[in-house]
């Protein structure tokens, strides 16, 4: 009896590996052993190992455990443990199995007797010369028709799959037979698998063609379609490592969801003939070249209500293998994907929800890329079997969000209750379950998720295309002329402002040049008093006095012509005529206005008229050359005894000099009452855009003009800082002559009234009213 040869198995990687007889085993052995070490322990998924296998190869000198420590998979003290176990592995298998001397390669040896579900093998990606080995057994099933056997495809606790040839019909089919031990026990349950599997007929259950016994051995076989090698679990593991190189494609996941969507329709299937699966996993979900799911691997289905279950068949076998595996005995199922009433071992418990939980682990795994309970095996560290189905009895169901953060919070939530503990709160059928999946694949509400106000607005819109787009249009349109009005009316409101500033700025260079031509004109005033006729007239010892007249008549016309001037300048205040000397200054002529009637003016008689001995402007006008100017400013509070004058007056003294001997004999000093002038100026103008100050040099505040209160002298001498804090800084600095800040609104300057005389500065301040 021959097997033909697998025109897709590679020889030559055979042929390069040398066989080891014995207890020294070779590096490709160990590499295998350590393989399924890691895998049975936990220490490593399946998805990390392939991380490890995509940089290395079997067939090289660095042995794996040595090539995932560099990249950092597994540490120190899981690499020595695994290479101390891996000789010991080998060498009970080696004892415990007899060698198959057909088969060369002692790669395939190893993998069929350390892995023989091909887990390792098919992440290896040798899945040929793994089942290189297919003349262990007869090559001929005898029966109604004969199958051929080609290779290996894999195994399970109760047989093993093998692709073979229906010489009948000529098409390839697969072939299971039983392998298990217990043959009486495992007869009847392989018979069942098969009767169960035989009664669904759906397109996503496998197909079962024949059940009989090979005519040679009389071993037990049945004949299915035969699916390829291609699983949803590969499917599931592809879409993760395309996520983890950026391939963020959204149909990758619907693909997946929809083949799920299958998944769920062919258990509902069996669910109405009253079968539950009891071992749902992406391994047992078959993928044939055209993307159609089948659900495969029945061994462990149960007939709901029946008389006689296959529980009741297990025997009292001990639980064995690993997270990975079908646990035989009185716990059916693969822990990494089971129920918790399942682990708890609750068999009259088990229902069609207890499927429901197995497809929530499927969708779990689409949505992580790891198995439900990986984590559970992981935080409990279970060593055993025994240890894992206790975690995962006692604690609660994983949630894929925390596994994924970044998983779909409605896929997530169905996904939740699918894998809910208590089996009321789960999915009452599997349809339910396809329906929500199908439902979020369509963009509608699914009900196992509360969405959120602005997840109902998005999904109203989607459903309404039409009528959110003309009411996006019109929103859209309200914004666009919201925004152009607020842009409008910004700029037309900083133009508006520009506008107004411009016109305070053009008040603030008015009030300067009123103040330097009142500088201007009483300085001219004073020199042209000083020249008139009387003046040198009564200056003492003339020589050539006209005879008959007196120095009265002269002082009589030199007041008569001052009082003249100040009844034609009401802003004038008084002029006076002064002999000078280095002690005093004394009135010869003084000619004032009253300041409680200001249309009285009065000449000052003999008797009445004053010393003025302020030395420092005495000091200062000793110093003046003919038609110099000396400008004082003066204000009455600081004064309170002189009852002459009221407010800031601004003084214009020019010196006179004898005209036969040139030598300095008085002064003429012509004062004229500043803030009057002021007043009458602002209350001309009528303005309404800004507050208008006008100060003293250190910013003590003369005169206010407020559009709401009008023009107003301020006595009690309020500190401009007080009102405006940034204007401190510039009263104080003696350099800082200008300060314009359009932001704020404000314009300040000093302005001296004369160059050479800081004492006669004068501050402006405009403030923009908002």
Request: glycine residues 6%.
């Amino acid at each position: 009896m021959s097997t033909s040869d697998d025109p897709l198995s590679d020889s030559n990687i055979g042929e390069t590996i040398a066989h080891t007889e014995g207890g020294d085993f070779s590096k490709e052995q160990q590499d295998i052993a350590m393989s399924a070490l890691l895998l049975r322990s936990g220490a490593l998924t399946e998805r990390q190992l392939a991380q490890g296998f995509a940089s290395w190869t079997i067939h090289g000198s660095l042995p794996l455990n040595d090539h995932l420590l560099a990249l950092g998979l597994i540490d120190d003290d899981t690499n020595r443990k695994i290479a101390r176990s891996a000789p010991r592995l080998l060498e009970e298998v080696e004892a415990g199995a007899e060698r198959n001397s057909s088969v060369e390669c002692v790669v395939a040896q190893t993998l069929d007797a350390v892995d023989p579900a091909g887990t390792i093998a098919r992440l290896m990606g040798i899945r040929a010369v793994a089942g290189a080995g297919a003349a262990d057994v007869t090559g001929m099933r005898a029966s109604e028709a004969r199958f051929k056997l080609l290779r290996k495809l894999g195994q399970g606790g109760l047989g093993r799959v093998w692709l073979a040839y229906d010489e009948h019909l000529k098409r390839p089919v697969a072939v299971k037979e039983i392998t298990a031990i217990d043959q009486q026990t495992a007869l009847e349950r392989f018979r069942r698998e098969a009767e169960i599997t035989g009664r669904l007929e759906h397109p996503g259950i496998v197909p079962i063609y024949q059940l009989g016994e090979d005519a040679a051995t009389g071993q037990a076989f049945y004949a299915m379609r035969f699916l390829g090698k291609t699983t949803l679990h590969d499917s599931i593991m592809e879409y993760h490592e395309r996520l983890a190189e950026g391939d963020h494609s959204p149909m990758l996941l619907r693909r997946l969801l929809t083949d799920f969507v299958n998944i769920c329709q062919a258990i509902g299937h069996a669910h109405s003939r009253k079968v539950i699966h009891r071992d749902l996993k992406p391994e047992n979900v078959a993928i044939d070249s055209f993307g159609q799911v089948i659900v495969i691997d029945w061994g462990i289905a149960k007939v709901i209500d029946e008389l006689q279950s296959l529980d009741n068949l297990a025997g009292s076998q001990s639980v064995a293998g690993s997270g990975n595996s079908t646990i035989e005995g009185q716990i059916l199922g693969t822990p990494l994907y089971m129920a918790p009433e399942q682990a708890a071992g609750r068999v009259d418990e088990l229902d069609e929800r207890t499927d429901i939980y197995g497809l929530g682990a499927i969708l779990y795994a689409i949505l992580t890329g790891a198995a439900p309970h990986e984590q559970t095996r992981e935080t409990s560290k279970s060593t055993n079997g025994r240890q894992l189905l206790s975690a995962i009895a006692g604690r609660p169901s994983p949630n894929a969000r925390d596994a994924n953060p970044h998983a779909d919070p409605a896929l997530t939530a169905i996904c939740a209750k699918a894998m809910a503990r208590r089996q009321y709160a789960r999915y009452q059928s599997a349809t339910d379950l396809a329906d929500d999946v199908e439902r979020w694949m369509a963009g509608e509400n699914v009900s196992a998720y509360q969405e959120k106000p602005l997840q109902l607005l998005a999904r109203w819109i989607q459903n309404n295309r039409i009528l959110s787009q003309a009411i996006a249009l019109v929103v859209v349109t309200a914004i666009v002329g919201v925004a152009v009005m607020i842009v409008t009316s910004h700029q037309a409101s900083r133009s508006n402002r520009q506008i107004r500033f411009d016109e305070m700025r053009a008040y603030s260079r008015e009030l300067e040049v009123q103040l330097q031509s009142t500088a201007e004109q009483v300085s001219k005033d004073a020199r042209f008093m000083s020249s008139l006729p009387p003046i040198q007239a009564l200056i003492p010892a003339k020589p050539d006095a006209a005879v008959g007249e007196s120095p009265e008549v002269w002082r009589s016309r030199l007041e008569m012509i001052y009082e003249e001037f100040l009844r034609a300048n009401p802003d004038y205040v008084s002029i006076a005529y002064m002999q000078l000397t280095e002690e005093a200054a004394t009135d010869i002529v003084r000619v004032e206005r009253n300041t409680d009637d200001p249309a009285y003016i009065r000449r000052v008689p003999a008797s009445r008229l004053a010393k003025f001995e302020e030395q420092s402007v005495l000091q200062q006008t000793l110093k003046l050359e003919p038609g110099d100017i000396q400008l004082v400013l003066r204000d009455a509070n600081d004064d309170p005894a002189d009852a002459v004058t009221d407010g800031v007056r601004l003084f214009a003294a020019t010196p006179v000099y004898a005209a036969e001997s040139g030598d300095l004999f008085g002064v003429v000093v012509v004062q004229v009452n500043l803030l009057r002038r002021l007043t009458q100026f602002l209350t001309r103008v009528e303005q309404n855009t800004a507050i208008i100050d006008v100060t003293d040099g250190e910013g003590n505040v003369w005169i206010s003009d407020t559009p709401s209160e009008g023009v107003i002298a301020n006595p009690k001498m309020v500190s401009i800082g007080s009102q405006i804090p940034s204007l401190k800084q510039f009263f104080s600095s003696p350099e800082e002559k200008t300060k314009v800040d359009l932001e704020s609104g404000l314009i300040a300057s000093k302005l001296s009234l004369n160059r050479f005389d800081d004492s006669t500065s004068v501050g402006v301040v405009l403030k923009l009213m908002e």
